[in-house]
């Protein structure tokens, strides 16, 4: 069997990957491995020290590496290859290829096949508006208010289009709309109740992704 390793920007990322898509990989053929990023609180770190981490994992042999980790909680000072020069890309579509090309090239040419490189738009919470249904199910009318979830929905062409400002980030709107909302095991909860394909049928670089890991 393949071995994939996808290093999870924390354990909101680790858990949805050990839920959601590590029976998905199997059926693959593939072993899903989800360590988070090292010397880190659960948040994003520079690209110095995420690349260490990625290469350490290269080199532990046959195996693909890739990452799950938020655009929405990259700072510029952070270094990722080609990040300053991807603001002037106005199509985020676009932005994004362009930052995954300028990251596979910044890998040594001999491990540069074996990693796939991604950054979840805007953030992971955008995936689980692909379908909001699950919400009424899952929560009392006491503790959500769904009409914020739809403005939500309605205000992006798809989930993962879901603006990353400060307040309206798909983490903060999802804080505003449920009461007592859980990252971690509400997240995965949620994701797992939508479902895999619903996600990949709903958000472009998630399916692209996906399909790169099932097929490198």
């Given at each position: 069997?393949k071995?994939l390793?996808?290093?999870?920007?924390?354990?909101t990322?680790?858990?949805?990957?050990?839920?959601?898509?590590r029976?998905?990989?199997?059926?693959?053929?593939?072993?899903?491995?989800?360590?988070?990023i090292?010397?880190s609180?659960?948040?994003?770190?520079?690209w110095?020290?995420?690349?260490?981490?990625?290469v350490?994992?290269?080199?532990?042999?046959?195996?693909?590496v890739?990452?799950?980790?938020?655009y929405y909680?990259?700072?510029?000072?952070y270094n990722?290859p080609g990040w300053?020069?991807?603001?002037?890309?106005?199509?985020?579509y676009?932005r994004?290829?362009?930052l995954?090309?300028q990251m596979s090239?910044n890998?040594?040419?001999?491990l540069?096949?074996r990693?796939?490189?991604?950054?979840?738009?805007?953030?992971f919470e955008g995936?689980l508006?692909s379908?909001?249904?699950?919400f009424?199910?899952?929560f009392?009318?006491?503790?959500?208010?769904?009409?914020l979830?739809?403005?939500?929905?309605?205000?992006?062409?798809?989930?993962?289009?879901?603006?990353?400002?400060?307040a309206t980030?798909?983490?903060e709107?999802?804080?505003?709309?449920?009461?007592?909302?859980?990252?971690?095991?509400d997240?995965?909860?949620?994701?797992?109740?939508i479902?895999l394909?619903?996600?990949?049928?709903?958000?472009i670089?998630f399916?692209?992704w996906?399909?790169?890991?099932?097929?490198?």
């Amino acid at each position: 069997m393949k071995r994939l390793i996808i290093i999870c920007e924390g354990p909101t990322e680790q858990a949805f990957c050990n839920d959601l898509l590590r029976d998905y990989f199997q059926s693959k053929d593939i072993i899903l491995e989800a360590p988070t990023i090292k010397h880190s609180n659960g948040g994003i770190v520079a690209w110095d020290t995420l690349k260490k981490q990625i290469v350490r994992h290269l080199n532990e042999g046959n195996c693909i590496v890739s990452l799950f980790v938020d655009y929405y909680r990259i700072r510029d000072s952070y270094n990722f290859p080609g990040w300053m020069t991807s603001k002037n890309i106005s199509n985020v579509y676009d932005r994004m290829h362009f930052l995954f090309e300028q990251m596979s090239l910044n890998m040594d040419e001999k491990l540069r096949s074996r990693f796939v490189p991604y950054i979840q738009l805007h953030e992971f919470e955008g995936l689980l508006f692909s379908d909001i249904s699950v919400f009424q199910n899952n929560f009392t009318k006491n503790e959500l208010n769904f009409s914020l979830l739809e403005s939500a929905v309605n205000s992006a062409d798809t989930p993962e289009e879901i603006n990353n400002g400060p307040a309206t980030a798909p983490s903060e709107r999802l804080k505003k709309a449920v009461c007592g909302y859980d990252k971690v095991t509400d997240g995965a909860f949620l994701a797992l109740e939508i479902g895999l394909e619903t996600i990949r049928e709903k958000c472009i670089l998630f399916n692209e992704w996906i399909k790169r890991l099932e097929t490198c």
